[in-house]
């Protein structure tokens, strides 16, 4: 337990569906992040918030949508995906962003789009 | 561009010793991360280093060398829990981690 937790693990969607993952961490850290895992590709970051506000969006298409309505929650709100969207979808958080930190990870969402 | 390469794939006996090398490229040097993520589980914190030298915690141990762009993870004693895959990651100028595609080490008996 890394005091992190997702929701659901695994999820399978057709491609007009739309869906939502949780991320809930309960270590009182500041920063959150949105992470995508395909095999034998190195993670890949889609969205960091801080203390709720988004400062990190690195050029993901709109299908996908995050949400953070406080500094414990993030969504990943998901509508019209792609079958190469089908990945293991991380959530990690952090003390602070913007300096060294250690990042504590969620078991993930396999995510599976058809 | 930023980069950071590590092998794919390595095998090692139950009892021994591996070495784990990661290179990096990054635009600015924050410092680097090893994780090791178990097959459907969460990636877990295992080392960093910012300055140049071996770090030991308990079976593991992590190097860097900040001229050569290097770094790597030692795991001795190996066990077969020890079978995972090692994420290399090293924090560039603006703080972001650049993640390698991981090691995926196997342990034979």
């Known amino acids: 337990e890394t005091g992190v937790t997702q929701t659901p693990r695994h999820l399978v969607m057709g491609m007009t569906n739309k869906k939502s993952l949780k991320c809930e961490q309960h270590?009182?850290?500041?920063?959150m992040y949105w992470y995508k895992q395909s095999a034998k590709k190195p993670l890949e970051l889609m969205f960091v918030?801080?203390?709720?506000?988004?400062?990190e969006n690195n050029s993901v298409p709109s299908r996908f949508s995050p949400e953070c309505p406080n500094s414990s929650h993030l969504f990943l709100h998901l509508h019209t995906l792609q079958p190469e969207d089908s990945a293991l979808y991380l959530c990690?958080?952090?003390?602070?962003?913007?300096?060294?930190?250690?990042?504590?990870f969620g078991p993930g969402t396999r995510l599976t789009v058809l | 561009g930023q980069n950071i390469d590590q092998p794919t794939e390595m095998t090692a006996t139950e009892g021994a010793i591996v070495q784990i090398n990661c290179t990096y490229q990054?635009?600015?040097?924050?410092?680097l991360f090893w994780y090791q993520q178990h097959a459907g589980e969460a990636p877990t914190f295992l080392s960093y280093?910012?300055l140049d030298g071996l770090e030991e915690k308990g079976r593991f141990s992590s190097f860097l060398s900040r001229s050569k762009g290097y770094s790597y993870l030692l795991l001795k004693e190996l066990q077969m829990k020890d079978s995972a895959s090692y994420l290399c990651?090293?924090?560039?100028?603006?703080?972001?981690?650049?993640w390698g595609a991981g090691t995926k080490l196997i342990i034979k008996p």
């Open positions: 280093n910012v």
């Open positions: 270590l009182g850290h500041n920063a």
């Open positions: 918030y801080s203390l709720e506000e988004r400062v």
């Open positions: 990651a090293a924090m560039d100028s603006n703080y972001q981690l650049i």
């Open positions: 990054t635009s600015g040097f924050n410092g």
């Open positions: 990690a958080s952090s003390q602070d962003s913007g300096k060294y930190n250690e990042q504590f």
